[in-house]
């Protein structure tokens, strides 16, 4: 059984910062990219930023200069740094990885519980 934890999530004012982090658990063999994605009210979940197992990384438009993504793999950890923070970026935040728990088996892509990010004055 493979688990996604999110954490780090809450209310902050516009400008501020959040770090949120993700925690890979269960019978894990191998990562391959891990990923953020957000969900606001009325919207379609959307990528916002994600980094392969070599740490190369892609970010949506509307996050660049201001989010940073990284990872630890030793830990099976994935980590948004976000800062400027804008009221548009209240979502609710979602981990996303690619996992294999075992050596002939193929990856496959889960999902956290998603952690509440609110940005408001």
């Known amino acids: 059984q493979v688990q996604l934890v999110e954490s780090g999530g809450g209310l902050v004012q516009p400008g501020g910062s959040l770090r949120l982090s993700c925690a890979a658990s269960g019978s894990i063999f191998n990562i391959n990219r891990m990923g953020w994605y957000r969900q606001a009210p009325g919207k379609q979940r959307e990528l916002v930023t994600r980094i392969t197992s070599g740490g190369s990384t892609d970010y949506a438009d509307s996050v660049k200069g201001r989010f940073t993504i990284s990872r630890d793999n030793a830990k099976n950890m994935v980590y948004l740094q976000m800062n400027s923070l804008k009221p548009e970026d209240t979502a609710v935040y979602y981990c996303?990885?690619?996992?294999?728990?075992?050596?002939?088996?193929?990856?496959?892509?889960?999902w956290g519980q998603g952690t509440q990010v609110t940005v408001s004055s």
């Open positions: 996303n990885a690619d996992i294999a728990v075992g050596y002939f088996q193929g990856f496959k892509n889960y």
